[in-house]
């Protein structure tokens, strides 16, 4: 929610910048090389192009699978197992998905929209299944 985001100073970005040197100097690097990479292989436009049809599909997403018209407070969301975890000060919003969703399409909906904490909870199940007891 930006509600809970403040700016921070020039001053203590700098300082930030400062204090973590080494990391601000890797990240510099590999976005430096990122575009270079891009403007090589497949040039801005493209890139823009490309973009732009992701957000599409975002919103077509968005209109298929949410209730509502995007993201909403953490005490309006129905369904508790798509509730974010909320620390600190920050807010974290989260969706409601449209009711009667059929088989495939509400898993692929409800994929989309579980909060992180879940989600990898859900991808550690299926990476290390419990193994049956030995008998």
């Not at 100073?9 to 990391?23: F, H, I, Q, S, T």
């Not at 993201?71 to 508790?80: E, L, M, R, T, Y």
């Amino acid at each position: 929610d930006s509600s809970t985001k403040s700016p921070l100073p020039d001053g203590v970005v700098e300082k930030l910048k400062a204090w973590n040197r080494l990391d601000w100097e890797i990240y510099t690097h590999f976005n430096r090389t990122f575009w270079e990479r891009i403007d090589r292989r497949i040039g801005r436009e493209r890139l823009r192009r490309e973009v732009a049809a992701l957000r599409a599909r975002q919103a077509e997403l968005a209109r298929t699978c949410l209730q509502g018209t995007g993201s909403v407070a953490p005490k309006d969301i129905k369904d508790s197992s798509l509730r974010p975890l909320q620390h600190g000060g920050a807010r974290i919003l989260g969706y409601n998905l449209k009711q009667g969703l059929g088989g495939e399409l509400e898993r692929t909906c409800r994929r989309l929209v579980t909060p992180e904490l879940q989600y990898s909870s859900i991808l550690y199940k299926r990476q290390f299944p419990p193994q049956p007891p030995e008998t």
